[in-house]
């Protein structure tokens, strides 16, 4: 795909289809003067500010195409840092094609994909990475991932690499510097301050790789897997969410029947109860299931309920649960269920003698009569809050930015094995060169391929 920058480009930047309006973006040198060509306002548009809207007629050989509302938005002030011009027409497929028409005739090229966005871009108005994240935000199911992609065209973790980058290009000078007077042996780049500058950005950039999987479980729905023995109460658990929450979950456009049984949003998180349909197939063959089979399901989860019920020996249910292999990386809630099967009703003494016994958070609850449900999303939901904490609500979610932040981690520990080492100035600085250039394919600093950029933008919607 080829971009160029000179022309004048047109979409149609609503969905295509019939609406109440629909919204016609033009940008380049050309915008204002193609729409002064058939838009009669009060005065012309290149008479007025920018940042106003204007109201008129589309009009073609004296036939009026539609009355319309225009926004101006002059250069260097606008998306794509170029003259851009917006008019809301009605929506009509007839009007909004007619009107595109004549864009073209007086001038206008009909946008790639992408194309508005990719021009934001070669302007500076944003960084390669918050470009990407227009693309996200547009794509956004969910409030997680809305607020991830939202983070990101905001800034998120531009910000840091810019600066790392940056401190990294001063010693990358000195130590050029050096290689300038190596005939003098002088030492320009403080060797402990670079070593301290290495060891903080390996810090930076491992945690950003590691939130890749965080950020990714946010955007598709936290795994949480329910075990526990055959009859424990697995299914009435999983029906009883499910029920609560079903009118969140098919408000969402194209829900299937499938996306709901295992899908559920709470407080705006999105959780996926994996392979519970697994479990449930099983229930026809009790002797086949044990705690085992569904154990098997346990090591794709970020969050296990262990459900067991209330009845039993609180020794044998703390057994059971070591028996577990649980992760590091896992949360775990262990469930005693069945809770209005017991009369008297010392529940939290079982609660607590248990939690003590495995160290983790223990909750009793009826999936019958929904006892305690509210209290078992609502500690869901804090446990993905507070893992959103640990990375300050910053995740990487773009494979190409994983892929060259784990380039860059390697460059740096080639770096830090170099310092330790004491190796020359002049192989420092080839692998300093490394990292810069994998740091800076991130937000685009260095010059990239026209062929990334259009694979990159090629991935937008027309108008964006
Ligand atoms: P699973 O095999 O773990 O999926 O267990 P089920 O959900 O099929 O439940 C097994 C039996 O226990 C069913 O008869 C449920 O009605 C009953 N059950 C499940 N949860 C509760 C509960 O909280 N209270 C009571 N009284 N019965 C429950």
Do not use: W
């Not at 497929?93 to 864009?103: E, Q, R, T, V, Y």
């Not at 154990?295 to 262990?306: G, R, T």
Request: overall charge negative.
């Amino acid at each position: 795909m080829t971009y160029t920058q000179h022309d004048t480009i047109v979409a149609l930047s609503t969905p295509v289809g019939e609406g109440a309006l629909g919204v016609i973006r033009l940008s380049g040198l050309l915008a204002i003067d193609i729409v002064d060509a058939f838009f009669t306002g009060k005065k012309k548009i290149k008479d007025q500010q920018s940042h106003t809207l204007h109201f008129g007629k589309i009009v073609v050989q004296d036939e009026i195409i539609d009355e319309v509302v225009v926004s101006v938005f002059k250069n260097p002030h606008s998306y794509t840092g170029e003259d851009v011009i917006e008019m809301s027409c009605h929506g009509s497929p007839f009007i909004l094609k007619s009107i595109i028409d004549i864009c073209q005739q007086h001038g206008a090229r009909l946008a790639k994909p992408g194309e508005f966005t990719m021009r934001a871009f070669l302007n500076g108005k944003l960084d390669l990475s918050q470009a990407e994240a227009v693309a996200d935000i547009i794509a956004s199911e969910n409030k997680a991932q809305h607020e991830m992609a939202f983070k990101q065209m905001r800034g998120g973790y531009s910000d840091i690499i810019a600066s790392l980058r940056n401190e990294l290009i001063e010693f990358a000078a000195l130590i050029e510097l050096e290689l300038d007077f190596s005939e003098e042996d002088v030492e320009f780049a403080n060797r402990e301050k670079f070593m301290q500058l290495i060891l903080k950005m390996k810090q930076t950039v491992s945690t950003l790789i590691q939130s890749f999987e965080m950020g990714n479980v946010l955007k598709h729905g936290i795994p949480v897997a329910i075990i526990g023995e055959p009859n424990a109460g697995k299914s009435t658990l999983l029906n009883k969410l499910l029920h609560e929450e079903k009118a969140i979950v098919s408000d969402i456009a194209g829900t299937t029947r499938d996306f709901i049984e295992d899908t559920i949003q709470i407080e705006g998180v999105q959780f996926r109860f994996i392979d519970t349909a697994g479990i449930r197939e099983t229930d026809d063959n009790l002797e086949a299931i044990g705690i085992a089979r569904s154990f098997q399901k346990m090591n794709s989860a970020k969050i296990i309920l262990f459900i067991v019920d209330i009845q039993k020996d609180y020794k044998q249910i703390v057994n059971d649960f070591k028996q577990l292999a649980i992760l590091p990386t896992q949360h775990v809630l262990i469930l005693l269920n069945k809770s209005d099967r017991i009369v008297d009703c010392n529940a939290y003494d079982i609660e607590e003698a248990i939690s003590t016994l495995t160290g983790k958070k223990v909750m009793e609850i009826s999936a019958y009569t929904g006892r305690n449900l509210e209290r078992l999303t609502h500690e869901l939901v804090n446990i993905v809050h507070a893992e959103k904490l640990q990375h300050n609500g910053l995740f990487v979610t773009n494979a190409r930015h994983l892929s060259a932040l784990q380039e860059t981690l390697l460059h740096i520990q080639q770096i830090e094995v170099g310092l330790q080492d004491n190796i020359s100035g002049e192989f420092l600085s080839i692998d300093i060169k490394m990292a810069l250039h994998s740091l800076g394919i991130i937000t685009g600093v260095i010059e990239l391929d026209k062929d990334i950029l259009g694979t990159i933008f090629g991935k937008f919607c027309i108008g964006k």
